[in-house]
């Protein structure tokens, strides 16, 4: 009984398969019954009868392979966008380091205060014009870092 049904699901499952690739004929009897077959009647008049499957065409499927090699190219593509906002987070914030930098230093040559630097283990103050260098120099950074960012 069990080889029974398993041959019966096989060939349900086969038939599908087997006439789709096959001519389709359809025709009407003497009695004005109508047929149709695999095979054209002797004899008789018949039509030849486009049959549609529910298989999707072959051009729209792609092969496992196919799928794996496309899922790994968007992996790849994602890592890619992740790691390229990383640098960019990355230089934002040292945009803003630099510009916080730059602030700070612009207020205390501000100030006219007196700086003082080491310069080879002796300590002395800046003159007018190298404070005014100084201010420059800073000034351009902050315009640099502290803006809208620049397109690279």
């Given at each position: ?12 499952v086969?038939?599908p ?6 001519s389709v ?11 149709f077959?695999d095979r ?11 049959i ?9 499927r ?7 090699k ?11 966008r992740?790691?390229?906002s990383?640098v960019?987070?990355?230089r ?15 207020s205390?040559?501000?100030r ?24 420059t ?5 902050a ?8 397109e690279?």
């Amino acid at each position: 009984m069990n080889r029974k049904i398993l041959t019966l699901a096989v060939l349900l499952v086969a038939a599908p398969t087997m006439t789709s690739a096959a001519s389709v004929y359809k025709w009407t009897d003497e009695n004005g019954v109508t047929h149709f077959g695999d095979r054209q009647p002797t004899g008789q008049q018949s039509e030849s009868v486009s049959i549609r499957t529910g298989k999707p065409s072959a051009s729209n499927r792609q092969s496992p392979q196919e799928q794996v090699k496309a899922l790994e190219e968007q992996e790849a593509e994602q890592a890619e966008r992740q790691e390229e906002s990383a640098v960019e987070e990355a230089r934002r914030k040292q945009r803003e380091a630099n510009c916080e930098t730059a602030r700070s230093n612009l207020s205390i040559l501000q100030r006219n205060s007196r700086i003082r630097v080491e310069e080879d283990g002796e300590q002395r103050y800046l003159s007018e014009e190298e404070i005014a260098e100084q201010r420059t120099k800073f000034e351009e950074i902050a315009e640099e870092n502290c803006g809208a960012p620049s397109e690279e």
